[in-house]
């Protein structure tokens, strides 16, 4: 149904099925198809009805922009939906082109170059921005066409004609230049700033004919610029503006295009559009290719936009198969859109070989209908002069020897090709372009039968001085030229002075934010300026002259400062402050204003509004129990860290957060999200997704080869239900957060949504916008496997190690022990949420805790038992890589685990609980006890009898006699006495028969002291790893440990190199049961009160992939830390309840073991199991 009876609106062509069989469903009600519009047309994003919505007098672009039909569309007369649509079409090119009639006539008034500002803006309120803009351009290209004939004629003059020309675009750019200073409507503003953009490369090419005295307008200097000619002659509007580049000649296209960003036209623009004009003329693609961010797509888009065609652009990835090109190239030759398909080489080989094919095809069509044209023989056009009506809208000639201008004025070639089993018309206004990358990682080589069918262009080096000398006159800088010839060459230094991180990118797009940032700082200084002198009573407010007594060095400085500090390691600061003295000399500033918390928002602050930020963050602070502070006070480089992010996160629509595990990454934004909340009042909705737990296809979808149904994955679900909008998603704060590791393999298909296009592109030829209140952002360890394309298009805020200080951990943990009961555990922090009931500050478990955190606070301070025990920890050799975290995570479930023998002993001794002196004995033999295990658990008896002895040097906690058993030997008993495990070891007698059986477990030293540390993280409900040796007995003292605790029942799997995470969904399916709660979908055992412990064997056995990653290894983070999945069949968060994970493997340095990750032993308790040691085996050995 889909691809016959609505075959003629070729526009059905970009949207998903699910989505066209809604069209078609409400093809009578015109409103509920409004969200569909954006996706059928380059800048629609709704259509203007009546008040019946039954005529449709108009269009509107996302910007607000409205385009008023010259004749309204009735769908009453119309009722079928390609009937009206096609009108729609009809009349949106008919409009435009009536519109852009009137505005070269009225912009002829603006000849002689006697503007008056105020009738200039008028004239551009008049009209829509690409009408005011291409009225500009016909009109420049007629003054200097005409100044080139007088030259040619009248020979030397004093004052050339051309410099007349000059001087008419130098007071138009002067007139722009003082309105774009002030305050205006935001519509008018980005018309100013089209304008602006297109006068300044229209002096820079008047400058150059000038310089280069060039006297003809059949100089080749002349025609190899785009010249604008508009023949107010020609009978048929749609044909009267027609566009030249030397020897190429083109139709204006009229797709309305909104008010989208003009890209800088530069030297390299031009270049590329000359190269891509002459190969649409050959009626070849063109393919630029170079380095990430030199303007490529952007330049095949903006060429686009030169000449009114709809330009769509795909993201190409290996799911992209010959079918999905097929449909995509089918729907192309339809409408006559161009294609750009970035990452073109992403494809896979064999791929590229068959889609060469089907391009060699389309352009064969349009090589026949060109010579058949220029024959004149057998090929005619038939062009409508007016919308078509009634049943000749629908009207399809089958003679294919014509050409015909269908209802949707397309001018078709009188070819029809087959592709993909279809019988296609091949319009003329079509054309394929490809971009690459070449030399990145996941890229393929262009097979040769496919390169001779675009013209290649190198874009390696962009005009970045004239971009941002643009860029900065748009945004209203008068010293434009001046500062660009600073801030390109500070670039340029950064990338060669500061050092070589992999999340460092100081190219087109790092200089491009810093340019919109300083635009904005300007705007924010003459608002605050505005909004003084109100108050003091002032009406004669000039703007222009607040603008021009600003310091503009100093905004630049500042906006550098605030996008750029943000993502440089602690070395770089300082060095980055030192190039801008250099670059910047003179400018009053100090460094303590520019750098950290002060000058980074010192406009913010005048306004408020950083400062009612950090009063809800501090308070979000308080209630979580977390540590924040100021400047150089505890927690102030966090702090700063979460500003930063809020102002990359207002710059930027993806950004990355970037820093070693236990940095405070999730902590920040978490924070932020739940402060932003509470100080602007829109809802905040967090989406975490980790990329590397679940497959390519689960994230984004899949195509079915065979029906060619289109599944979502789960970002594409996500990102589909937000722009839905059925339970108002639009209006609340999206962030979808990838929590993992970054590779290309996954991460490109994300390019088009990052970049200044915002748009998911699907192989089934779906477009999906990202909505304008959506942030993709990453939370990475770091980007080793990142290509620049990635990096250059997201903001950085970079989180090292020492932003979360031991002694913010140690607060955190204090202020929870004194604040929260420990009775209701939480699983991941081993605290509960703390209860509303005020009486429970007063409860005898909080004053238990309470007397605890008194007893422990001197062993915590910054030079205290703690401290030097992590520092002489972090010197030892340990079995699996150190983290701080993991130590004193380990440390504080142990401390909890003593904590909770003190209440079940005053629970059940309620007459006698623990008097305070036996707890102050009591909970230091306790601390110490956690120390050596914490801190040594994870290594050889050597490290863990080393630990001990350190402690016995450093503290003047008792501690056991001095002897030749190491402090590891002993345990603390609830009176605070040492007492030794060896008085736990149970002596029995096995019998004779029995003697070799695999399930016999001897009781050890050992065995009884590992058991008894089991115990206290299960009881923590906390995952935990016992690595060692093969044969030291890992899995016999885990299962003998698991099955004595009556509550757990031990499932065993055995990971091995080929595991996934499909391996653990299975075993969740056979012993545990999907229950539907009010608060979604929850997973838990089946039996009722008992919990299931997974025991992953050979933890460390699966494979990595080529990033680095082991799926599996990241699919249980997931469990662990955020307590949950998503489920694949439909999308669903599936929470865990009651269902918890311990690990055994032989060391990473044993073959064929790969080291875990960070991001999941930062949540893992390490035990070492060694040998038997002498004493272990003595006891095991039969007596004599």
């Known amino acids: 149904m889909c691809y016959t009876n609505y075959i003629c609106v070729f526009r059905f062509y970009f949207v998903g099925d699910e989505d066209l069989l809604e069209i078609i469903g409400n093809s009578k009600n015109v409103a509920r198809l409004q969200k569909h519009f954006k996706k059928m047309f380059a800048g629609v994003a709704a259509i203007l009805l009546n008040e019946d919505n039954t005529v449709i007098t108009g269009m509107a672009s996302r910007e607000g922009e409205e385009v008023v039909f010259a004749e309204s569309v009735s769908t009453v007369e119309h009722p079928k939906i390609n009937e009206w649509l096609s009108l729609v079409e009809s009349q949106m090119r008919f409009t435009l082109a009536s519109s852009l009639a009137q505005a070269v006539q009225d912009i002829k008034q603006f000849k002689d170059g006697a503007i008056d500002p105020k009738a200039y ?73 089209h304008l602006i953009n297109e006068f300044v490369h229209k002096r820079t090419v008047t400058r150059r004919l000038i310089s280069r005295r060039i006297t003809s307008p059949k100089a080749f200097e002349w025609l190899c610029e785009m010249r604008f000619y508009f023949d107010p002659r020609q009978t048929e509007v749609l044909q009267q503006l027609t566009i030249h580049m030397a020897n190429a000649k083109f139709l204006y296209g009229f797709e309305y295009l909104g008010v989208q960003d ?82 073109f080489n992403r494809l896979e080989e064999r791929m590229l070989s068959a889609v060469s094919q089907q391009v060699q095809t389309i352009q064969e069509a349009l090589k026949s209908a060109q010579e058949g044209k220029k024959e004149g023989s057998k090929c005619t056009c038939l062009f409508q002069l007016k919308p078509i009506e009634g049943d000749n809208a629908l009207q399809m000639k089958d003679d294919y020897s014509n050409t015909c201008y269908n209802q949707t004025n397309v001018l078709f070639a009188g070819i029809s090709v087959e592709l993909v089993g279809k019988q296609v018309r091949v319009s003329t206004d079509m054309a394929i372009f ?33 971009i941002a000398e643009v860029m900065l006159f748009s945004q209203g800088f008068r010293s434009a030229e001046k500062l660009a010839c600073k801030i390109v060459p500070f670039f340029k230094l950064c990338d060669e002075q500061l050092s070589n991180q992999s999340h460092y990118d100081f190219g087109l797009r790092a200089l491009k934010s810093v340019l919109v940032s300083a635009g904005n700082v300007k705007r924010d200084r003459i608002m605050k300026i505005k909004e003084n002198m109100k108050l003091r009573g002032e009406t004669n407010i000039d703007e222009a002259s607040i603008a021009e007594n600003l310091p503009e060095q100093e905004i630049l400085i500042q906006s550098v400062c605030e996008t750029m500090v943000p993502k440089l390691v602690a070395e770089d600061i300082p060095l980055l402050f030192s190039l801008l003295s250099d670059v910047f000399p003179n400018v009053g500033y100090t460094r303590a204003e520019m750098a950290g918390q002060s000058i980074s928002y010192s406009t913010r602050d005048k306004c408020m509004l950083c400062t009612g930020l950090k009063e809800q963050i501090r308070k979000v602070c308080q209630e979580e129990y977390l540590v924040c502070g100021e400047g150089e006070e505890q927690g102030g480089a966090w702090m700063e860290k979460v500003l930063q992010l809020y102002q990359i996160c207002n710059l930027n629509h993806g950004l990355m957060m970037v820093g070693p595990s236990g940095s405070g990454k999730s902590t920040a934004w978490k924070i932020l999200l739940k402060a932003l909340e509470r100080f602007e009042g829109t809802e905040g909705v967090a989406h975490v997704i980790d990329p590397k737990a679940i497959s390519k296809e689960a994230l984004y ?88 394309a990635t990096v250059s298009r997201c903001g950085m805020v970079w989180f090292s190690e020492d932003v979360l200080s031991t002694e913010m951990i140690f607060e955190n943990y204090m202020s929870r022990l004194r604040n929260i009961p420990l009775e209701e555990a939480d699983e991941d922090s081993g605290f509960g949420k703390k209860s509303d009931n005020k009486e429970d500050i007063l409860s005898p478990a909080l004053q238990v805790q309470n007397d605890v955190s008194n007893i422990l606070q001197s062993y915590f301070a910054p030079d205290g038992l703690v401290v030097r025990c992590l520092e002489f920890g972090m010197t030892q050799e340990h079995i699996m890589d150190f983290t701080r975290l993991r130590a004193l995570s380990s440390l504080f479930s142990m401390l909890n685990q003593g904590v909770r023998n003190v209440l079940q002993y005053n629970h059940a001794h309620s007459d006698f609980p623990l008097p305070n002196e036996q707890l102050e004995r009591y909970i230091p033999k306790c601390l110490v006890y956690a120390l050596l295990w914490s801190f040594a658990g994870d ?38 006495e040492w007492s030794p495990w060896s008085n736990k070891v149970p002596q029995i007698e096995v019998e004779t028969h ?110 990595m992939d080529q990033y680095g990653t082991q799926r599996v290894i990241s699919f249980l983070r997931q469990l662990v830390e955020h307590r949950g999945f998503f489920r694949a069949s439909d999308q669903a968060w599936v929470s865990l309840e009651r269902i918890q994970f311990v690990g055994a493997c032989n060391p990473p340095t044993d073959p064929g073991r790969k080291p875990l990750s960070h991001r999941f032993l930062r949540h893992v308790p390490v035990i070492y199991v060694d040998y038997p040691g002498e004493t272990s085996l003595k006891q095991a050995s039969p007596r004599k």
């Open 121 to 193: 803006m008028l004239w551009c309120d008049k009209y829509q921005a690409q009408i005011v803009v291409l009225a500009a351009q016909i009109l420049w290209s007629e003054d200097v066409e005409a100044a080139l004939h007088l030259i040619s004629t009248a020979g030397d003059q004093k004052v050339t004609p051309l410099e007349h020309v000059l001087q008419n675009v130098e007071s138009t750019l002067n007139i722009l230049a003082d309105s774009v200073l002030q305050e205006q409507p935001p519509l008018r503003r980005r018309k100013l700033e």
């Open 262 to 343: 003009r890209l800088v036209q530069t030297p390299l623009t031009d270049r590329c559009y000359l190269t891509m004009t002459q190969a649409l003329e050959a009626r070849l693609g063109g393919s630029p290719f170079g380095p990430a961010g030199t303007g490529k797509t952007e330049s095949v888009k903006a060429l686009g936009h030169q000449l009114g065609r709809f330009v769509l652009v795909f993201n190409c990835d290996e799911t992209f198969d010959f079918q999905a090109m097929g449909r995509i190239f089918v729907g192309l030759c339809q409408v006559g859109a161009w294609g750009c398909f970035d990452e």
């Open 434 to 466: 490809i971009t690459m990358n070449p030399g990145y990682a996941g890229r393929s080589n262009l097979p040769d039968n496919l390169k001779k069918l675009f013209r290649s262009l190198a874009m390696t080096k962009p005009d970045r001085q004239l």
């Open 701 to 788: 979808g899949v195509l079915d080869p065979n029906t060619r149904e289109w599944t979502d994955g789960l970002f594409t679900h996500i990102l589909r239900k937000i722009i839905d909008n059925v339970r108002g998603e639009i209006n609340k704060r999206q962030w979808i957060i990838f929590d993992g590791d970054v590779d290309p393999e996954w991460v490109e298909n994300l390019n088009s949504v990052l970049d200044d296009n915002k748009l998911l592109t699907l192989p089934n030829g779906e477009r999906l916008s990202l909505p304008p209140n959506v942030r993709v952002m990453f939370e990475v360890q770091d980007l080793k496997y990142a290509t620049l």
């Open 939 to 976: 290594a050889k008896l050597k490290v863990r009898s080393d630990m001990g002895d350190f402690i016995r040097s450093v503290t003047t906690v008792p501690l056991p006699p001095t002897s030749n058993v190491p402090i590891i030997d002993y345990e603390v008993s609830i009176t605070g």
């Open 994 to 1103: 029995k003697v070799a059986a695999p399930d016999i477990v001897v009781p050890t030293l050992d065995t009884v002291r590992h058991e008894s540390l089991l115990y206290t993280w299960l009881a923590e409900h906390k995952p935990l790893v016992l690595c060692g040796p093969p044969g030291s007995g890992k899995t016999m003292t885990l299962f003998s440990a698991l099955r004595a605790l009556p509550d757990m029942e031990v499932v065993g799997l055995n990971f091995s190199s080929a595991t996934t995470p499909e391996l653990l969904l299975k075993t969740f399916d056979h012993y545990c049961e999907y229950r539907k709660t009010p608060n979604g979908v929850v997973l838990s055992p089946v039996q009722l009160g008992k919990w299931l412990v997974l025991f992953c064997d050979e933890i460390n056995l699966p494979d």
